[in-house]
């Protein structure tokens, strides 16, 4: 297979993952107005969101790493996506997959929030860095779950490869890491309610308190270039998990079925509960999935 | 202001800073930008100095679409600059629930692209109301909300309430009443609506060419002018 | 109440007793012992809460009176005092050592009626008027209707008889 059409079909899946992702993100409004009684936006508003902020005839800067910040969040966002075997045996939704992807997109999913904080930091208002902080000290907390759950699955299967643990799975529901390794599973859906920032972990956003975190200076093109980010982040993160828990995908239909209803785990759990404070999510992080996921590894390493 | 002829005429440009260009230094005489007079001399260096050009529009076809996506995704100030703006509150409720509209109140000016003036206008608002406007990203709309924002309204003799809100920032759309109902505000932002897919929302462009008119009127009567000419 | 007025009248140069209710009463006191009687109030007779601070502009016979009004919590009775100081030179003796919270209504005073406090937090700074060049809007002889006509601009004002514009605007052919 010549690279470039690698590098093609990698570009088709990536506004593939874009619009799915943007469509979902569309589908939890409207789920989160449904919850509390109302209508809701139609489910395409993101789009139009996205299209009316790259619309904006003025933009300001506040120095290099402003510009950057979008930037690095957005190369985050694809590149935890570049490295993830989209289909399972499908030639041309298999994107960059390498033998050690996992640890590759693990950094990836950290790098897109450091380049943000420095950006946020930049714009110079002071509730993006209280934002920056507190998204920080939480990312680290829910970083640890999820490493072990990582490490479990690296120790059941005995490879860093995702295709190769896709393909471990394969033949039957029951062989799903879901049913062949719950611990694990049980700690890496309860760091991505942390990971998708939806209560009861929104305090990084938290519209309330904070105007909306981080992005409070980011305006126009820049929000458009965020609010795209959500869109293939969201997707690249549903399809890793499907990937390493759930039997990956052999068809796009399939893949849509259960990244939506990954994504519809966390986005319940955020419609029924309030919020947690930071350091409250941070003592929850390190304690009960930290404890499931060191003996998860415990249970595959002897 | 005070000149009858400046109020009347709408399509006026003047061209006059207000410092006179005879008192700018040699290398300044060609020079149009600001002086951002009611800062020290360190604060000058974070504001931008450059005054705001009227936005080139796009071609016609690409400004339609362009436009249809604004007025689907209005995302409103949330900055309450009197009691109209406890209106505000329950358009976002289940009754009215404004964000089938695709409008959201949005806690930052960078962000927002409609600002809601909430009735009554005091001096000491009217200089946040300003900052406020001036760091909004146009295309920016502004909805005016209650008739003190018209007139006055029952504050027509007071000695700290401007009158007319639209000598100091333009304003697209009113809405009578004291209070409006929500329905009413609601009207208002479809009436909106309705003008920014003509084309007719350009407050944003007139602005920029009326600027040195609504900065006098502005410093007319914001007597201590601490703050930049134009808050970049 | 009237024994209280009796006992402070012994040391303090009161007069012109009102009793308004049977816990309320108004008394006046000069404005050089204005400071000792509030302590005195606050300290020994249990006079612990300082209700508002107002003033009110006597502009016919030149004087401004500024009141105190007090709050007992023991005996739940009001105590207000007045304090007439002349309008042409008004000087306050402040009394934010007693309770932090004046401060706040001698900036307002000073603000509305510019009766001067010297040696009150702040009390030169703009509280709700930034950068106000009038004469103190609270006071009687400032025209607010003359003021408003000069400083801002009002928009024409058009009359219309709402029943006939209703008519004209939604049955236009009738």
Redesign the interface.
């Not at chain 3, 709700?128 to 009038?134: A, F, M, R, S, V």
């Given at each position: 297979m010549s690279i470039a059409f690698k590098v093609f079909w990698a570009f088709i899946s990536l506004g593939v993952v874009t619009v799915w992702g943007l469509t979902l993100n569309g589908m939890v409004h409207k789920i989160f107005a449904r919850v509390q009684g109302r209508l809701g936006p139609p489910v395409w508003q993101p789009f139009i969101d996205i299209i009316k902020n790259n619309a904006k005839r003025t933009a300001i800067t506040h120095g290099i790493m402003f510009y950057l910040g979008p930037v690095f969040r957005i190369a985050g966002g694809i590149g935890t996506y570049m490295f993830i075997p989209v289909l399972f045996g499908s030639a041309y939704f298999s994107n960059f997959s390498l033998s050690g992807d996992v640890l590759l997109v693990m950094y990836f999913i950290f790098f897109g929030q450091l380049g943000m904080a420095l950006g946020a930091g930049e714009g110079g208002h002071p509730y993006s860095a209280i934002a920056v902080s507190r998204g920080l000290a939480q990312m680290t907390a829910f970083e640890v779950p999820f490493a072990l759950s990582v490490i479990s699955l690296v120790a059941q299967y005995g490879t860093l490869n995702i295709t190769e643990i896709v393909a471990a799975q394969q033949g039957g529901f029951l062989r799903w890491t879901l049913f062949t390794n719950p611990l694990a599973v049980i700690t890496a859906m309860i760091s991505m309610l942390g990971m998708n920032m939806y209560n009861p972990f929104s305090v990084v956003i938290a519209p309330q308190e904070i105007p909306i975190g981080p992005p409070t200076e980011y305006h126009s093109s820049f929000l458009g270039m965020l609010a795209t980010n959500r869109g293939i982040f969201a997707g690249a993160k549903l399809v890793l998990f499907m990937n390493l828990f759930f039997g990956g995908a052999t068809n796009l239909l399939i893949l849509m079925l259960k990244t939506f209803w990954i994504y519809m785990f966390s986005v319940f759990v955020g419609a029924a509960y309030p919020r947690f404070r930071t350091e409250d999510s941070i003592r929850f992080f390190l304690t009960y999935p930290t404890i499931l996921g060191i003996i998860s590894v415990l249970l595959f390493s002897f | 202001m005070k000149d009858d002829d400046i109020k009347n005429d709408s399509n006026l440009t003047v061209e006059v800073s207000q410092t006179p260009i005879a008192d700018y230094p040699d290398w300044r005489k060609d020079d149009k930008s600001l002086t951002n007079a009611g800062l020290s001399e360190e604060e000058q260096d974070w504001f931008c100095d450059a005054r705001p050009q009227p936005a080139k529009k796009s071609w016609q076809i690409m400004e339609n679409f362009f436009n249809w996506a604004r007025s689907n995704s209005l995302w409103i100030l949330a900055f309450g600059t009197g009691c109209g703006a406890i209106e505000l509150r329950p358009l976002v409720t289940a009754r009215y629930d404004i964000s089938r509209l695709g409008m959201q109140p949005r806690p930052t000016p960078r962000q927002a692209s409609v600002f809601m003036i909430g009735g009554y206008v005091s001096i000491k608002t009217l200089k946040r109301i300003v900052r406020s406007y001036e760091q909004m990203q146009g295309p920016k709309f502004v909805v005016a909300v209650c008739s003190c924002a018209i007139n006055g309204g029952m504050y027509w003799d007071s000695y700290n309430t401007v009158k007319r809100i639209d000598e100091y920032i333009p304003v697209d759309v009113y809405v009578t009443g004291c209070m409006p109902r929500p329905e009413a505000v609601l009207a208002g932002f479809s009436k909106l609506k309705e003008l920014i897919k003509a084309g007719k929302a350009e407050g944003q462009n007139l602005y920029a060419e009326k600027f040195d008119w609504y900065k006098e009127n502005q410093k007319s009567v914001i007597k201590d002018w601490n703050m930049p000419d134009y808050n970049w | 109440m009237k024994e209280l007025f009796n006992t402070l009248s012994k040391q303090f140069e009161l007069t012109d007793y009102q009793s308004k209710r049977d816990n309320q009463a108004f008394v006046t006191a000069t404005s050089s012992q204005l400071v000792s009687l509030l302590t005195h109030l606050r300290d020994i007779h249990g006079y612990t809460h300082l209700v508002m601070v107002t003033c009110v502009d006597w502009l016919e016979d030149g004087k401004f009176q500024v009141t105190y009004l007090l709050h007992n919590y023991a005996t739940k009775t009001d105590l207000g005092i007045f304090v007439f100081i002349p309008r042409d030179n008004p000087v306050m003796d402040s009394m934010h050592h007693l309770w932090e919270q004046a401060r706040v209504y001698q900036r307002e005073l000073h603000e509305m009626f510019g009766i001067d406090f010297p040696g009150s937090p702040g009390v030169y700074k703009?509280m709700?008027?930034?950068?106000?060049?009038?004469p103190p809007?609270m006071r009687r002889d400032?025209d607010?209707?003359v003021?408003?006509e000069d400083?801002?601009?009002?928009?024409e004002?058009q009359h219309k008889e709402p029943e006939q514009y209703m008519k004209e605007q939604l049955y236009p052919e009738d």
């Open positions: - | - | 703009p709700i008027l930034e950068g106000w060049q009038g809007p400032f607010t209707k003021y408003c400083t801002y601009s009002n928009r004002r």
